[in-house]
């Protein structure tokens, strides 16, 4: 059984909070996105895991479950055209016969802790009966003759890859399925509409698009998983956005108006005169759109002075005559050691 190590191919150790997880996943997802690897098979494969790993970590729950018993754990099965259970996990399909119940505790690892398992895929019930039934035969049994059981079908998550501005924007996405649990309609394709503001990792359900029910029971849900992809420029903090904009040391100095980018396109930005590197300056209303449920956020432009990286030496002579005149020390109040902010010892 296919078990990969999530947290290695994310880079993280096993103690990473979530903040962790999701710097690493956008870094690893910005690395290997088709768009960026054209073609390369490898850089696709590494992708998929990596997309893999995030569903999986970032979810407390799956989380959990995949700690305590592997990547099987967090997989999903559904009933086959033959009344088998097709149990997915990894990247393939796994056919166990409901029959045969010894195979299903075998595909599991077995042993100690596998009625709890067991519990899990078909309810806890079936669990304890399956926990007390002595032996092969009497777990067969168990299921020999029994009626069909009105089950509701199973929910499904399915990934679904954003731009940044379709994420912030919203926007209107081709989505194809794969055959849910063999019900013979094959591949689906669903047009999906994406609400404006959808973040990384934000769930998106469709009710009744998951696999179908057993005995007329109706089916699951689809829940939609967001992946946003980084943009080049802005980054997002709930519903602001930021942007950092590099001004010269003599805008800085004497004040300036800049053009910066906006998602509506560049906006004319003051900068008032002694304005330090690292100031945010604020466009109200500029971040994520509003919402029926929430305001429209603001963008924070981050102001990153770059000096001139070369100077001729009369230009240089007319700085140090320029300096001689400020003689005051941004640095005169900062303590000189870590020592001298430490508490004093009694």
């Given at each position: 059984?296919p078990n990969?190590?999530f947290?290695?191919?994310?880079?993280?150790?096993?103690?990473?909070?979530?903040?962790e997880?999701?710097?690493?996943?956008?870094?690893?997802?910005?690395?290997?996105?088709?768009?960026?690897?054209?073609?390369?098979?490898?850089?696709?494969?590494?992708?998929?895991?990596v997309?893999?790993?995030?569903?999986?970590?970032?979810?407390?729950k799956?989380?959990?479950?995949?700690?305590q018993?592997?990547?099987?754990?967090?997989?999903?099965?559904?009933?086959?055209?033959?009344?088998?259970?097709?149990?997915?996990w990894?990247?393939?399909?796994?056919?166990v016969?409901?029959?045969?119940?010894?195979?299903?505790?075998?595909?599991?690892?077995?042993?100690?802790?596998?009625?709890?398992?067991?519990?899990?895929?078909?309810?806890?019930?079936?669990?304890?009966?399956a926990g007390?039934a002595?032996?092969?035969?009497s777990?067969?049994?168990a299921?020999?003759?029994?009626?069909?059981?009105?089950q509701?079908?199973?929910?499904?998550?399915?990934?679904?890859?954003?731009?940044?501005?379709?994420?912030?924007?919203?926007?209107?996405?081709?989505?194809?399925?794969?055959?849910f649990?063999?019900?013979?309609?094959?591949?689906?394709?669903?047009?999906?509409?994406?609400?404006?503001?959808?973040?990384?990792?934000?769930?998106?359900r469709?009710?009744?698009?998951?696999?179908?029910?057993?005995?007329?029971?109706?089916?699951?849900?689809?829940?939609?998983?967001?992946?946003v992809?980084?943009h080049?420029?802005?980054?997002?903090?709930?519903?602001?956005?930021?942007?950092e904009?590099?001004?010269t040391?003599?805008?800085?100095?004497l004040?300036?108006?800049?053009?910066?980018?906006?998602?509506?396109?560049?906006?004319?930005?003051?900068?008032?005169?002694?304005t330090?590197?690292?100031n945010?300056l604020?466009?109200?209303g500029?971040?994520?759109?509003?919402?029926?449920?929430?305001?429209?956020?603001?963008?924070?432009?981050?102001v990153?002075i770059?000096?001139?990286?070369?100077?001729?030496?009369?230009q240089?002579?007319?700085?140090?005559?320029?300096?001689?005149?400020?003689?005051?020390?941004?640095?005169?109040?900062a303590?000189?050691?870590?020592?001298?902010?430490?508490?004093?010892r009694?």
């Amino acid at each position: 059984m296919p078990n990969r190590d999530f947290y290695a191919i994310l880079g993280v150790s096993k103690t990473a909070n979530a903040d962790e997880i999701k710097r690493a996943y956008r870094k690893l997802a910005l690395k290997y996105h088709p768009d960026r690897t054209k073609d390369d098979k490898q850089a696709e494969a590494k992708f998929k895991d990596v997309q893999a790993a995030y569903d999986v970590l970032s979810d407390p729950k799956k989380r959990q479950e995949y700690d305590q018993f592997g990547e099987a754990a967090v997989g999903s099965f559904q009933t086959g055209p033959q009344g088998e259970r097709v149990y997915t996990w990894g990247a393939g399909e796994h056919r166990v016969n409901v029959e045969d119940l010894e195979d299903l505790f075998s595909a599991f690892g077995g042993g100690e802790g596998g009625a709890s398992v067991f519990e899990q895929i078909f309810g806890r019930g079936a669990g304890r009966a399956a926990g007390r039934a002595g032996g092969r035969g009497s777990r067969r049994a168990a299921w020999e003759g029994a009626a069909p059981i009105e089950q509701r079908g199973q929910d499904i998550e399915h990934a679904v890859n954003l731009s940044f501005d379709q994420a912030i924007q919203g926007a209107t996405v081709e989505v194809t399925l794969p055959d849910f649990g063999g019900n013979g309609r094959g591949r689906q394709t669903l047009s999906v509409k994406i609400p404006p503001g959808v973040d990384e990792g934000q769930r998106i359900r469709l009710r009744g698009k998951g696999a179908p029910g057993h005995g007329g029971a109706p089916p699951g849900d689809l829940y939609l998983v967001c992946h946003v992809q980084p943009h080049e420029c802005f980054r997002r903090e709930g519903r602001d956005l930021l942007v950092e904009v590099p001004i010269t040391a003599f805008e800085a100095v004497l004040g300036a108006k800049v053009d910066v980018p906006t998602l509506d396109g560049l906006v004319t930005l003051t900068i008032p005169a002694g304005t330090p590197s690292g100031n945010r300056l604020r466009l109200r209303g500029k971040g994520v759109p509003a919402s029926s449920t929430n305001p429209a956020g603001d963008q924070y432009v981050i102001v990153k002075i770059v000096p001139p990286k070369t100077l001729t030496p009369e230009q240089r002579r007319e700085f140090e005559r320029l300096a001689a005149q400020f003689p005051e020390n941004p640095r005169e109040r900062a303590p000189r050691s870590a020592a001298a902010t430490s508490e004093p010892r009694g």
